[in-house]
Each structure stands twice: as structure tokens, then as C-alpha cells.
């Protein structure tokens, strides 16, 4: 991976702001780009490539949800 457009989900979405998923989940895949490291983020996305569309929704989501509340806990301020 080199980064160019089409390498890597995490880079499409948030370095090369391609829609990748969906607009929806691709907003929240920036947003995890806030919440956590950027090499989690591309391990993450990576892991999504081969799931129906559905799943994906449902894990970034999930995803989005539990880092907000440990961020939230850990007295974060959340916007």
C-alpha cells in the first residue's frame, strides 16, 4: 500500500475524500479517523472490505458508538 486513490479504504476515504461505502458510513469512518489512530483506522477498514454493506454500516457504527463512550468516560469532550 502507497496511498494512492484505490489502495486502501482508510486513505480513499479520509486523505482522498472518495465515497468508499456510502456517504453515512463514510462520514463515520471520518469520524473514527478523530477517535483513534490512524494504522487501527486502515486495520479497521481493512477488515470491512469483504462484508455485505449492511455489516459494514452496523460495525462502523458500533464502532463509532463505543470509542465516543470511552472517550466521553474518559472525560473527552465530545462535539
Do not use: C, Y
Amino acid at each position: 500500500m502507497n496511498g494512492k486513490p484505490g489502495d486502501d479504504p482508510a486513505t480513499d476515504i479520509i486523505l482522498h475524500g472518495r465515497t468508499l461505502f456510502s456517504p453515512d458510513i463514510d462520514a463515520e469512518i471520518r469520524e473514527l479517523g478523530k477517535l483513534m489512530d490512524f494504522r487501527q483506522l486502515q486495520e479497521f477498514t481493512d477488515s470491512l472490505r469483504h462484508l455485505p454493506i449492511a455489516e459494514i454500516g452496523r460495525a462502523v457504527s458500533e464502532h463509532v458508538a463505543r470509542l465516543r463512550s470511552e472517550a466521553t468516560t474518559r472525560g473527552w469532550e465530545m462535539k
